[in-house]
């Protein structure tokens, strides 16, 4: 298998001049831990199984229990070989699927595994990556190393201590690891977590959070402490997009109730469109660029979620409306000249209805990369297909991996990068591009653009 | 005119492999009637254009009256010859579409017409279909076994005696041709049919239909004479999606008054939410596989509708949410190993945004081929484009020709074979699968997840 | 740069047969006044880029105010070689889009200028279109001779008085520029130019408005004097499509409160909506064609609209259910032989889901080309990949260019011509069309079903 697309000699030609470029993920999931501490990676299972949600939803799709794969109640103890061997087994499951091009890509690749996988094969492959894990090499700094990463951004909540950024900055490591401030759990009402977050956010700041004008300044006091710790940017994960602006006295009132918890389901979407406008307005004011991921109905599975929380798979997508539900937050600060929001879709008839028009006229917008389910070959064709042509190129937000599997990290940039090769070669030889633009625009759409929108270079 | 897509030498490799399997037909509206008797089939309009709502919305669509082609109120009496002498002047519009392709193949491959259709071919092409007809080579019989049929489902009212099937059963005729429980007409109250479906019901069973529990026992009564006559699946045609589950009283109330005919709309569209997941759970116990044809908005054209009844070309599609309109059912059974359900869509928006990510997660989910308005080239196209990344292969149901025009069943097959071809071609082309699992998956994607999905391996 | 998308050899072969037919344009928004007067098309910065909105919308999302590029408050006065010097600095912004295709063609072939745009030309280029423009081969009745421009549609409001019409066709300069019937004006009480058009409107007719059945006259009476003056078609712009048919007592109470200005919105749009049903009951008698442009939501943007109107570049599409939303108008008149229909979508999900469908079924009804956003390169592609196997070619409604950008004709045909030419070379090598059928098709696309659709050889 040859770990990733193949490409046409054109194609290959503008992968060439962008394959080996630094890698710029601002945007994703990774644990800060791993380089606060830089502790080996334990076992295969736990490194490449247990913590993927694609890998395991997929499993889970092919009627394999998730005990069985050591996860959730019932699955303590397991052995974390058996646990790789039972994926080996459903290896076909992943056939086209962009897990399996990255899993092949990781294990031949990063972890320079020979072998095929198959049922016969787990064991073998097992033991080798398991005697690497345990090596100096593989280790979460010589891997970043390794890789290349120029600069990689977590995901942090409001109340997040930060502390194991902190500690990668004072360890004389030169690793660039951002926090990216995510403060739905004290700004979303419908979040499980509301309260015993503003109770964390009250305690950090010492401020009466009952006060709305108190809870705003609490707010920038987050922000000025991510923004101390390198965060250049927010995020916002919004099931249901409906941003909203509400005059003074109702969202004091509602405010003194969402604190108590007893806002009821309407109230608490009004008060959460609302706050993403003060959101907006803050990042008009600090810089901070603001991402919103909209349209994931999380946790579907009701069995499931009662029995094993969240992210266990079941968040699909759902229609999605951005215009109306951008109107408030763009209305009141979308024309200001220092906002950038970069928006991304899990509804893909968004993109030529709505989002490339939409970043094609506002100048705060730019769109974000395919993402989740769309983050593939596959979904990075549509999405050229779908959004260049109204919203050009410098409307675009270049790539993020989104991941929590920081193995998969080359591969899933790998794949952007062929996907831009091959695009940017069809288009030239379509005659829609000059060479000399497609080769000005792979390392933009490969790196720079990243860089440009996500501020890193300024900062 | 080549029958047929033209494929390139990798996917020519690919198609020779699978062209000449057995057809499995797992869903469709072939009438049973034409095995046990075997009679001859009538005049090429009759068999080719009369039936065929493909055929004859589109001569509509170009101002051609129903009366003219022998359709419906003033068509009674047409010589049949003149209506294929119309249909043969409007074959320019079938340019491009299906339709043409199908008879295309129909007439050179299945009817040994050499002469290309035109209008003015048309008097000699009817009489070479006719002279056919008459033959013995050609009567349902001789044609289900040339066409290689391994085993084609009907579609079947809930009380639909099933003599038919008895008689080919009967016959030592060894085609195998089985029913499917399709019960919306004494499951949805918005049915024109539902109050005489529901007396036939109780004149079949025995059961006193006015008691709830009854009549989920004379349903489940109906399931087992179904699979005692080789039923593996039911059917289900949903148009507004939206399943739900009723406590005990609510649903025998809805219950009382749904056998009066007494719902109000809102009503009716509860208690059929409901029934679908009652029809879940008895396919959990009894293992029958369920099959959910949901989004199509039906007989659209009031004044057609009023004239000329149901099926005449204005069934349209609309959008519709997968999630929500799931979550009842899925919710209560849908982690049961023992179900399988089948979503079949005409919203294509659904497929990489609810119906993939749902398939990729459920245990009980496959995704329908494409079906209708798009089975077809492009229509499989863009189907294996957006599911496989996120569901991959192991969850999808295979083909179904869903037809009632039985001579097209090869062409429809062929033409899925050929769609199959191409893409596994461009997989291993892209990088995305090696030759050896494209070959693998051929086969499959042609025969063995039909026969798989649907259980007819397994009874 | 090639101006124009390259094609390899059977495209090729196909373009050249329809590349110099002459030009239908059937719908647009080019101004009469331009042909009754011929006077010198001002600077370029005022003929390529102030008055279009693809092109400004662009600029403004990287940044550019609008009062730089002499747009709007603030923008009186500008020097137009420095708004021409600020499009040139952005010019990267328009990279793979049909703006720069549409320029790059309108610069070298229909200006002949040679040397390529970049900031450091803009000076060079606009010195040279400039005093192309003053030269007597730039007018523009010599550009739309030398454009081979057929027909030419311009659209206008009910109370037009189509003075520009009658003085063009009074000079005996022969060029065909008819124009269209557009009431929303006076149809739409949610417009906020409604009351003083109806005030023109009754000074124009004598006719009492106040009185419904004298309201319809009215229209009747400007619908005959657009027929008279050339017109062959209708057109409505439709926010929000829902037509509907209200009793007359209903319509009568709506109508006296809506030339009073006090419909609710609700009212507002059940008034417009049963307004639409009344044009389709007169097109069927007048055999006016009526377009139906639906699903873009308005100036989305409220400080810009505040501050310079419509027209800003902030429309944006939305999703949109053609069923539902055409029921009434199709349900009351959709049979009639009569009545001809185009539906105009900027909802993509809907080609291969609604109206491919619907139009393979009404006998009224056409699909509009690819309009606004997705009148490209990848939109034609799509277009054609998700209509045709539905609703064949004979449903199809041609090519308009609908532009403001008068100078951007050819580019735009152009661009239609290759994409058809690229569509028919695909379906002959794929097998769907033999050659000899591509070859018939392809001057139907470039020119006939215009012609046919708008019934422009009719009259």
């Known amino acids: 298998m040859i770990p990733g697309p193949t490409l046409r000699p054109a194609a290959q030609a503008l992968y060439d001049r962008v394959a080996d470029l630094p890698i710029v993920s601002p945007h ?40 069985d794969l050591g996860i959730g109640p019932g699955g303590q103890g397991r052995d974390p070989r058996d646990v790789f061997r039972l994926f080996a087994q459903h290896w076909d499951a992943f056939l086209g699927t962009p897990s399996r091009q990255w899993l092949d890509f990781t294990l031949s690749r990063t972890l320079g595994v020979e072998t095929p996988l198959s049922p016969d094969t787990a064991d073998i492959i097992y033991d080798e990556i398991a005697a690497k894990l345990a090596t100096q090499a593989y280790r979460p700094r010589a891997l970043f190393d390794r890789f290349g990463i120029e600069a990689l951004a977590t995901t942090d909540t409001a109340t997040d201590p930060l502390v194991h950024h902190a500690a990668i900055a004072a360890s004389g490591w030169t690793g660039r690891i951002v926090p990216t401030f995510r403060p739905d759990d004290v700004l979303n009402p419908a979040r499980p977590d509301h309260l015993s977050s503003l109770a964390k956010l009250a305690a950090m700041t010492g401020c009466d ?7 705003l300044d609490a707010l920038r006091q987050r922000r000025t402490a991510f923004r101390n710790a390198g965060a250049t940017a927010t995020d916002h994960d919004v099931p249901n997009l409906a941003t909203c602006w509400l005059d003074r006295d109702r969202i004091e009132a509602l405010h003194s109730r969402a604190v108590t918890g ?30 919103i991921h909209a349209g994931s109905r999380r946790n579907t599975n009701a069995p499931l979620f009662a029995s094993h929380g969240p992210d266990m798979g079941a968040d699909i997508p759902g229609a999605i409306n951005w215009v109306d539900g951008m109107a408030a937050l763009l209305n009141r600060v979308g024309n200001d ?4 929001v970069i928006l991304f879709t899990l509804d893909e008839s968004a993109y030529s209805r709505e989002l490339a028009p939409m970043a094609g006229h506002w100048p705060c917008l730019r769109i974000g990369p395919p993402w989740w389910f769309h983050d593939s070959l596959n979904g990075m064709r549509r999405y050229f297909d779908r959004v ?12 993020n991996d989104d991941t929590r599997a920081f193995l998969s990290i080359p591969a899933r940039h790998d794949t952007w990068r062929r996907a831009v090769a091959l695009h940017l070669a069809d288009q030239v030889e379509r005659g829609v591009l000059v060479r000399a633009d497609a080769e000005r625009l792979a390392p933009m759409l490969a790196r720079g653009l990243a860089l440009d929108t996500y501020r890193l270079r300024e900062s």
């Open 28 to 67: 994703g999931h990774c644990d800060p831990r791993w380089w606060s501490g830089d502790e080996a990676f334990p076992d295969p299972a736990a490194l490449l199984i247990q913590p993927d949600h694609y890998v395991f939803r997929m499993l889970y799709s092919q009627g394999v229990s998730l005990a």
């Open 388 to 399: 260049v042509e109204t919203a050009g190129y410098l409307n675009l937000a270049g790539f």
């Open 209 to 215: 959070l009952g006060r709305y004008a108190d809870f």
């Open 262 to 291: 007893t806002l009821c389901a309407d109230e608490a979407r009004a008060y959460y469109g609302h706050m993403l406008v003060e959101m907006a307005q803050m990042a008009a004011e600090d810089g901070m660029v603001m991402q």
């Open 337 to 340: 000249p220092r906002l950038r």
